[in-house]
């Protein structure tokens, strides 16, 4: 039934003037449907697939994935300043006052239903986040209203659904009037509600008590991050999407071809820019190949797990960073191995176990991030150490992908953003030669807008660099 029915809209543009298509057709959509869905065959195929369902259940998406993807849109949101109702139209906009700029412009555009707004509004809603669940919430409400009546069989939530939570999420912000007018809405279609109608007298009771606050609009102020303490600086670097229009006007900072006086590299020097002196960053372009980066993801990809970080002695699971990551050891590949003669080439530095730690390969999937950070250690209890070699005193970072926006790495108090360049590596120094820390290397894994990061840290450590890398006479160095 359903080819037939292809067949039949090949050529819909073309007016039905045949008489007998037209018959057909008014007929097709008035009785053969229903005969169809009401069909034994049809019971016989709802039977097939709930049986098929229940088969791959286990494989599915769980609802902490769900929660998750809701987290990321409210981050984006957040840190690129979107627009709700334009992400619910399938548009990437930053809303500043009166001034609109598209942030992203997709070749397709993909709009949010009712049903999803109300999911996003919902994950917020459950965490006590008003500051995020009313903006979803009230796109959800406005959705539902214009589709009012139509019932969509994959739809968990409705209008009513919608009101109620919000209603909620109102009065819980403050805005009593709001709570009450969209609690009297929803009296309007479940008028038996006995629930609402006590929210009701309450809200009018509150109101009557204080009158003062009958036509007060109430400005909810967005969560604190209490450890992250950088959040404007760190969300402005992320809102340039890694641009650095004034790197010309800096004569000090120049491009290269860096052979490193290796004789690794005298036939095929690194293309080398020089983004910043003050902490020392260098991105090599085109370090490794396309076929490099695709191998290197592809031996990571079956080993791929939550991302964690130190935190004490403990390693843990963090919402400030979101993503999956996998450790490869140099005997897994051979192309692994010369990765790591090519990286030694170009620092300089002895990259071999324990010197240099395994490489590691992280995805960032919606919304991944990974907030303000030192990749040193700076407690004396850090499982850096266990390693017995000192210190992470380099970071040697590989983009192993190109995204469409987003996901460029911020050093915080640098004040300068890097985007990320396929297949290009970007190398800084984390310890001063004296091996204290540099606080000015705090930097930040910006969230991916649009696209799918991957990377590889290459992390070298203290010992085995003494004479690679030798203290200054100077005790500032």
Same mark, same amino acid.
């Given at each position: 039934?359903?080819?037939?029915?292809?067949?039949?809209?090949?050529?819909?543009?073309?007016?039905?003037?045949?008489?007998?298509?037209?018959?057909?057709?008014?007929?097709?959509?008035?009785?053969?449907?229903? /005969?169809?869905?009401?069909?034994?065959?049809?019971?016989? /195929?709802?039977?097939?697939?709930?049986?098929?369902?229940?088969?791959?259940?286990?494989?599915?998406?769980?609802?902490?994935?769900?929660?998750?993807?809701?987290?990321?849109?409210?981050?984006?949101? $957040?840190?690129?300043?979107?627009?709700?109702?334009?992400?619910?139209?399938?548009?990437?906009?930053?809303?500043?006052?009166?001034?609109?700029?598209?942030?992203?412009?997709?070749?397709?555009?993909?709009?949010?239903?009712?049903? $999803? %707004?109300?999911?996003?509004?919902?994950?917020?809603? $459950? =965490?006590?986040?008003?500051?995020?669940?009313?903006?979803?919430?009230?796109?959800?409400?406005?959705?539902?209203?214009?589709?009012?009546?139509?019932?969509?069989?994959e739809d968990e939530a409705s209008l009513?659904?919608?009101?109620?939570?919000?209603?909620?999420? %109102?009065?819980?912000?403050?805005?009593?009037?709001?709570?009450?007018?969209?609690?009297?809405?929803?009296?309007?279609?479940?008028?038996?509600?006995?629930?609402?109608?006590? /929210?009701?007298?309450?809200?009018?009771?509150?109101?009557?008590?204080?009158?003062?606050?009958?036509?007060?609009?109430? !400005?909810?102020?967005?969560?604190?991050v209490p450890h992250l303490q950088t959040?404007? =600086?760190?969300?402005?670097? %992320?809102?340039?999407?890694?641009?650095?229009?004034?790197?010309?006007?800096?004569?000090?900072?120049?491009?290269?071809?860096?052979?490193?006086?290796?004789?690794?590299?005298?036939?095929?020097?690194?293309?080398?820019?020089?983004?910043? &002196?003050? @902490?020392?960053?260098?991105?090599?372009?085109?370090?490794?190949? $396309?076929?490099?980066?695709?191998?290197?993801?592809?031996?990571?990809?079956?080993?791929?797990?939550?991302? !964690?970080?130190?935190?004490g002695g403990k390693q843990l699971q963090?919402?400030?960073?979101?993503?999956?990551?996998?450790?490869?050891?140099?005997? !897994?590949?051979?192309?692994?191995?010369?990765?790591?003669?090519?990286?030694?080439?170009?620092?300089?530095?002895?990259?071999?176990? @324990?010197?240099?730690?395994?490489?590691?390969? !992280?995805?960032?999937?919606?919304?991944?991030?990974?907030?303000?950070?030192?990749?040193?250690?700076?407690?004396?209890?850090?499982?850096?150490?266990?390693?017995?070699?000192?210190?992470?005193?380099?970071?040697? =970072?590989?983009? &192993?992908?190109?995204?469409?926006?987003?996901?460029?790495?911020?050093?915080?108090?640098?004040?300068?953003?890097?985007?990320?360049?396929?297949?290009?590596?970007?190398?800084?120094?984390?310890?001063?030669?004296?091996?204290?820390?540099?606080?000015?290397?705090?930097?930040?894994? %910006?969230?991916?807008?649009?696209?799918?990061?991957?990377?590889? /840290?290459?992390?070298?450590?203290?010992?085995?660099?003494?004479?690679?890398?030798?203290?200054?006479?100077?005790?500032?160095?």
């Open positions: 039934f359903y080819d037939k029915v292809l067949s039949l809209h090949e050529d819909s543009a073309t007016p039905v003037a045949n008489p007998l298509l037209a018959f057909t057709l008014i007929k097709r959509l008035q009785s053969d449907w229903r /005969n169809v869905v009401h069909s034994l065959e049809a019971s016989e /195929n709802i039977r097939a697939l709930k049986d098929g369902y229940e088969k791959v259940e286990q494989e599915l998406p769980a609802f902490e994935d769900l929660e998750g993807a809701a987290r990321a849109l409210m981050r984006l949101q $957040d840190v690129y300043m979107l627009n709700v109702k334009g992400l619910a139209r399938g548009v990437f906009q930053r809303v500043t006052g009166s001034a609109v700029t598209d942030l992203y412009s997709p070749r397709r555009l993909f709009s949010l239903t009712a049903d $999803d %707004c109300f999911q996003v509004g919902k994950v917020a809603y $459950d =965490m006590g986040d008003y500051y995020h669940a009313i903006p979803w919430l009230e796109e959800a409400v406005s959705l539902f209203r214009g589709s009012y009546g139509e019932w969509k069989t009513e659904d919608a009101l109620d939570h919000l209603a909620f999420a %109102c009065f819980q912000a403050g805005n009593v009037s709001c709570a009450l007018s969209l609690s009297r809405e929803f009296l309007l279609y479940s008028p038996e509600n006995k629930r609402m109608v006590r /929210n009701v007298l309450k809200y009018e009771r509150l109101l009557a008590e204080s009158s003062h606050q009958a036509g007060a609009e109430t !400005v909810i102020q967005r969560p604190n959040r404007n =600086m760190y969300e402005g670097l %992320c809102q340039t999407l890694g641009s650095q229009p004034i790197h010309y006007q800096i004569p000090s900072l120049y491009c290269s071809y860096e052979t490193n006086s290796s004789p690794y590299l005298l036939l095929q020097p690194v293309r080398k820019e020089v983004i910043h &002196l003050e @902490p020392y960053v260098a991105l090599y372009h085109d370090f490794v190949s $396309d076929s490099e980066a695709q191998k290197i993801r592809e031996l990571a990809e079956p080993w791929l797990q939550r991302s !964690v970080v130190a935190s963090v919402e400030y960073r979101i993503s999956k990551s996998a450790w490869l050891k140099d005997t !897994v590949d051979p192309m692994l191995v010369t990765l790591d003669h090519r990286i030694a080439a170009l620092t300089g530095l002895d990259v071999r176990p @324990p010197y240099a730690e395994y490489l590691q390969v !992280v995805n960032y999937g919606i919304g991944g991030h990974y907030e303000p950070h030192f990749d040193h250690a700076t407690s004396p209890s850090s499982p850096l150490y266990r390693m017995k070699s000192g210190n992470r005193v380099a970071t040697f =970072m590989i983009y &192993l992908s190109s995204v469409e926006a987003g996901g460029a790495t911020a050093f915080i108090y640098a004040n300068f953003s890097v985007p990320v360049v396929k297949n290009a590596a970007l190398f800084w120094w984390n310890l001063h030669r004296s091996g204290e820390g540099d606080g000015d290397t705090l930097h930040a894994g %910006c969230p991916v807008l649009v696209g799918d990061k991957w990377v590889a /840290n290459k992390w070298i450590h203290e010992y085995g660099q003494e004479f690679r890398r030798p203290c200054s006479s100077s005790p500032k160095d």
